[in-house]
């Protein structure tokens, strides 16, 4: 069982940063791979981004954030990252951190095991 918790979302302007975290606890964080997924209002939950276990071998993220948001981990720290740059009114969304038990995740919900309760992004324009 892993356990997943996200912090940093808050209201921030367009055009401004935030940096998201994820604290992992219970099992060897180094294990999973791990993504970031956003559920805006009214809209099923999508895909932000994805790393491999060791933060090496595979990037991904998502067309719309491209260029913009940077996913990364520190194994050391247990913690998940999500440095979201130049923020859109339509970044607005809970983001959620999850876990694949396996080194390498997917771009879909059903690659990954295990969610954190999510944290709120609001960009206003």
């Known amino acids: 069982q892993v356990q997943l918790v996200e912090s940093g979302g808050g209201l921030v302007q367009a055009g401004g940063s935030l940096r998201l975290s994820c604290a992992a606890s219970?099992?060897?964080?180094?294990?999973?791979?791990m993504g970031w997924f956003c559920r805006a209002p009214g809209k099923e939950r999508e895909f932000v981004a994805a790393?491999?276990?060791?933060?090496?071998?595979?990037?991904a993220c998502a067309n719309s954030v491209v260029g913009r948001f940077t996913i990364s981990r520190d194994n050391a720290k247990n913690t998940l990252y999500l440095q979201m740059n130049s923020l859109k009114p339509e970044d607005t969304a809970v983001y959620y951190c999850a876990a694949a038990n396996r080194p390498l995740g997917g771009t879909g919900s059903l690659d990954y095991d295990y969610w954190g309760q999510g944290t709120q992004v609001t960009v206003s324009s």
């Open positions: 219970g099992r060897t964080f180094s294990n999973y791979a």
């Open positions: 790393i491999s276990w060791n933060g090496g071998s595979r990037t």
